[in-house]
């Protein structure tokens, strides 16, 4: 009996969503998959005034936040990062008053955030590969024996058949720089200037010194989990270094950097 496959696309997280599963429950899968990615989205939009991300934004020091546990686990890794990346990976926002004090805008105890700074949160650099992650994560409670969740670029592969991926070049689209096989593992890439940059765009990424990065550098980096790929290519084209000590640390390779 040939495997039940079910593939299906939607347009979330400001990209196009791919899911696809194999199995006697691909179906419910690829259903529960599309619902989970719409929370996440929901919760951690930094575009939508109600989503909890900005009502964390609201918050005014010493505020004391009761959170969703998935917003939790990306303000946890967002803040280790920031430290750990000498603020590299920088999600804060605000005005050059609100950025004076270089404290994370918020702290983890526990379960709970504690409001630090005046600062706000964009959380776009890495909260669209933890989305990938929760996809996968429910759909593993179906009937499935291979899942695959691509958004725009940030994929991870779940089960059996690993997948070959086609990188393509950063400064130009059209042409395929590498293949990588994944085999249970996370991809993401990420350019200097975001999704559609051209090299007229205004990069979104500063360097280590603060200095906008050329719109069209980019970076492709492995990881066990799509959010740790995801925050990873920044803190690589931040710090202009593809053996960051970072990616070690979290198991993580660099498939391609292209500084210019």
Do not use: W
Not at 106 to 128: C, H, N, P, R, Y
Not at 171 to 195: I, P, Y
Not at 206 to 214: F, Q, S, V, Y
Not at 222 to 244: E, N, S, Y
């Amino acid at each position: 009996m040939a495997a039940v496959v079910c593939r299906r696309a939607r347009p979330l997280l400001g990209t196009l969503v791919d899911v696809q599963a194999e199995g006697p429950g691909a179906q419910a899968a690829v259903a529960a998959a599309f619902d989970e990615i719409a929370a996440v989205h929901a919760l951690l939009s930094f575009h939508a005034p109600h989503s909890e991300l900005q009502v964390i934004n609201r918050g005014v020091p010493g505020a004391r936040l009761l959170v969703d546990h998935r917003t939790l686990a990306v303000l946890r890794l967002a803040a280790t990062l920031y430290d750990a990346s000498a603020h590299a990976f920088d999600c804060r926002v605000g005005t050059p008053e609100q950025l004076a004090d270089t404290r994370f805008p918020i702290a983890v105890d526990g379960d709970v955030l504690f409001k630090q700074t005046k600062a706000s949160m964009d959380l776009g650099g890495i909260a669209k590969g933890y989305a990938v992650d929760r996809a996968i994560e429910v759909m593993q409670a179906h009937e499935i024996e291979r899942a695959v969740v691509n958004a725009g670029g940030d994929l991870r592969h779940d089960g059996v058949r690993p997948m070959v991926v086609q990188v393509r070049d950063p400064r130009n689209a059209a042409h395929v720089a590498m293949t990588v096989t994944l085999d249970n593992a996370a991809l993401a890439s990420s350019t200097a200037g975001g999704l559609g940059a051209h090299a007229g765009s205004v990069s979104r990424i500063h360097d280590a010194h603060r200095a906008h990065l050329p719109a069209l550098a980019g970076a492709t980096v492995q990881a066990p989990t799509c959010m740790l790929a995801d925050a990873l290519t920044k803190i690589v084209l931040a710090m202009g270094d593809a053996a960051q000590p970072l990616l070690d640390r979290y198991s993580a390779t660099v498939a391609l950097y292209s500084p210019i």
